[in-house]
């Protein structure tokens, strides 16, 4: 299989040299594109009022596996489009975003660079995935990237929607403690969450505001992946790139109502 890696986490992050090793181990053909620099939060953004410079390699910079790719001054959606148009050397059957370092999951679907990398890929009409996996002192990535494998091989052999994707998260409690994974296919989590602030004061005594992750998200009157993920069961969910779906439905009746 050939298989794009990008992520958000920056070409330095564990979570990436350890999906690419399993990948390796598998025999398939990998290329890695990935950021200089962490880009977490970013979503969509592109860089376009500057020039983008691509670092060709032949081996991961923080470590021996022998992969080719590039490192680039970017965004994930950099990434993958120019992976895609320029500098990919074959057609990829696949494009994986990941391994994230913290779950994206719920309304943070929406500003996750690791599930854009995912979105900008189907839209050009590939195959994708985005996987991460929840913060923790001790994160395996490795077996994040074994149980992954299964669902990856499963999106290449299966037609999917036009313009979807799989966005898959992985629980701590569910890497570290169960021998086999426990899978829920349910969709995302739409309320919204996180967008309470800490105050606080710098050393120079400028006041600021800090994101935290509170609230969580009001759960929904049917299963979603936030709810799931509290369980410490994997969630498997299926996203889109086309944001005109079935929303222009109810648009000639409004704008015909005269009342």
Not at 51 to 77: C, H, Q, R, W, Y
Not at 91 to 107: E, M, Q, R, T
Not at 170 to 195: A, H, L, W
Request: hydrophobic share 35%.
């Amino acid at each position: 299989m050939k298989i794009l890696l990008t992520n958000d986490d920056g070409i330095y992050a564990h979570g990436l040299i350890q999906l690419t090793r399993f990948l390796k181990s598998q025999g398939n053909s990998v290329f890695v594109v990935a950021p200089a620099t962490e880009q977490s939060g970013v979503s969509s953004a592109i860089t376009y009022l500057r020039p983008l410079i691509a670092k060709k390699f032949t081996s991961l910079p923080s470590d021996p596996t022998e992969v080719g790719g590039a490192i680039l001054n970017g965004t994930p959606v950099d990434c993958v489009r120019l992976g895609l148009h320029e500098l990919c050397p074959w057609k990829p059957d696949v494009v994986v975003s990941g391994i994230n370092d913290g779950l994206n999951a719920g309304a943070n679907v929406n500003y996750s660079g690791t599930v854009a990398g995912a979105m900008t890929a189907t839209s050009l009409g590939f195959k994708s995935m985005s996987i991460s996996i929840e913060s923790g002192p001790q994160q395996e990535y490795f077996r994040a990237a074994e149980s992954a494998w299964p669902l990856i091989q499963k999106l290449v052999a299966t037609n999917m929607p036009k313009k979807s994707f799989v966005n898959v998260n992985y629980p701590t409690e569910s890497i570290q403690t169960k021998p086999n994974f426990d899978y829920q296919v349910v969709p995302t989590e739409t309320n919204p969450m996180g967008y309470q602030f800490a105050h606080g004061h710098d050393p120079k005594n400028r006041p600021y505001f800090w994101a935290t992750n509170n609230p969580p998200p009001e759960p929904s009157p049917f299963l979603t992946d936030t709810q799931v993920l509290k369980k410490g069961n994997v969630t498997v969910s299926v996203l889109s790139s086309d944001l005109n779906y079935r929303a222009a439905e109810p648009l000639p009746d409004w704008l015909t109502d005269k009342t």
